[in-house]
């Protein structure tokens, strides 16, 4: 029996496969993938597991997502389970839409989220045809987020019920005509859950380690990558936020908003990089109070469901920031919003993800964008 986590559940119900639907398993090769495709085939779905292929790796790199390693995992696993395993190349399209966009985020001084674009535009899109032509009901993930469907029909995305593994952050991009087809199995579950099922389950990946963040980013070098890949800037000045030249850099890239260590400037107060200006390749920082701001821009941005009047809403700008409270937003073009903060924000990056959500107990994935500014308004701390 799939443990569905519905302690926010009221009149909703989680959405599940029937026994006998036939569903397509994205495995990954972790053990969240293969509690996901253990626990369909228990409830007697006919499973297909299908693995990513994405990207090259070196020959030191170990795990990670969808690497040779995880791939042998995944084609392993489900020979364990008796279900058919597949393998797509979609290493070209990996790279054009995650990998390069992400090079391109560095160059504008951004600090970019590939996992959006990865679950947006390969897993919940390209893959969903695959879906298609095998003739399955349904897409399924490892992901740690919940669809419910509401007592009028409608469908709503909440975050996973285990706050230390939610990753409702990275699905802003879904949209909202494919929740229909989407199922995450373990968004109910902890991930001491998880790792328990593994084991009563018997599945090899029961103790496998969670793989890192950035998956195709070996070491987590981030600024390595991206002078691999051609993206590196020049040399240029570290400034206050006078103008005042304070030091010198070797790339703006390898710098990113609120970042502390690595600057290189040596300071009676502790300095924090404030703005990122690669076309006059400046790093510009400044003391911690300089790094509040009150109200954000986002572009790109996608509805699941529009909030109500009045309806209380939190966002986050990063994925393990703590929520705040939003005291009001405003549609500044069809893809665009503004949203003003209850109280200041620190660290405010363009290029990463405002999410908002909203509902009961603001759980429920309102929407997200890409920030794009950020400023500050009177009285922020107040609400303004």
């Known amino acids: 029996m799939i443990s569905t986590g519905l302690e926010e559940r009221g009149p909703f119900a989680m959405q599940l496969p029937e026994p006998g639907d036939r569903v397509v398993v ?11 495709a253990a626990l369909l085939v228990e409830q007697g779905c006919e499973v297909i597991g299908v693995t990513l292929s994405l990207y090259e790796t070196g020959p030191d790199v170990k795990g990670g997502c969808c690497s040779p390693d995880d791939i042998s995992d995944a084609r392993r696993l489900c020979g364990d389970l008796g279900i058919p395993h597949y393998v797509l190349n979609y290493r070209d399209r990996f790279n054009e839409l995650v990998i390069e966009p992400f090079v391109d985020s ?31 009901r349904w897409l399924v993930t490892g992901h740690y987020a919940r669809i419910f469907r509401a007592p009028e029909g409608g469908l709503r995305l909440l975050a996973g019920v285990d706050p230390a593994k939610d990753q409702s ?7 909202e005509q494919v929740l229909s087809s ?3 199995p373990i968004g109910g579950m902890s991930k001491e859950e998880v ?4 084991s009563r389950l018997g599945l090899r990946t029961r103790n496998k380690p969670d793989s890192q963040d950035v998956c195709f980013v070996e070491g987590g070098r981030a ?30 890239h390898q710098f990113t908003i609120g970042q502390r260590r690595g600057i290189g400037v040596a300071a009676p107060e502790p300095l924090y990089v404030k703005e990122l200006d690669p076309a006059r ?16 821009s986002a572009g790109q941005f996608n509805w699941l469901r529009r909030p109500g009047q009045d309806e209380q809403l939190l966002a986050r700008v990063r994925s393990r920031s703590p929520a705040t409270a939003v005291s009001g937003w405003a549609e500044e073009a069809p893809d665009r919003i503004r949203v003003r903060f209850h109280d200041a924000v620190r660290a405010v990056a363009p290029g990463q993800s405002l999410v908002v959500y909203g509902g009961a107990h603001c759980r429920e994935l309102l929407g997200g964008g890409v920030i794009v500014s950020k400023g500050r308004t009177p009285h922020a701390r107040a609400g303004g």
Not at 107 to 131: A, S
Not at 195 to 198: G, Y
């Open 195 to 198: 790792r328990e099922a593994a």
């Open 182 to 184: 989407l199922c995450f």
């Open 106 to 136: 560095y160059n504008r001084g951004e600090t970019p989220n590939p996992c959006v674009g990865c679950n947006t535009f390969l897993k919940f899109d390209l893959l969903l045809d695959r879906v298609v032509a095998l003739d399955a």
């Open 26 to 36: 994205a495995m990954s090769g972790g053990v969240d993938s293969s509690v996901a």
């Open 223 to 252: 600024a390595d990558f991206v002078r691999k890949r051609g993206g590196a800037g020049g040399a240029g000045d570290v400034v206050d936020s006078h103008g005042r030249v304070l030091g010198r850099h070797d790339g703006v």
């Open 169 to 175: 952050y990275f699905l802003w991009g879904i949209r």
């Open 281 to 296: 390749r400046l790093v510009v920082v400044g003391n911690n109070d300089e790094l509040e701001v009150s109200e954000v």
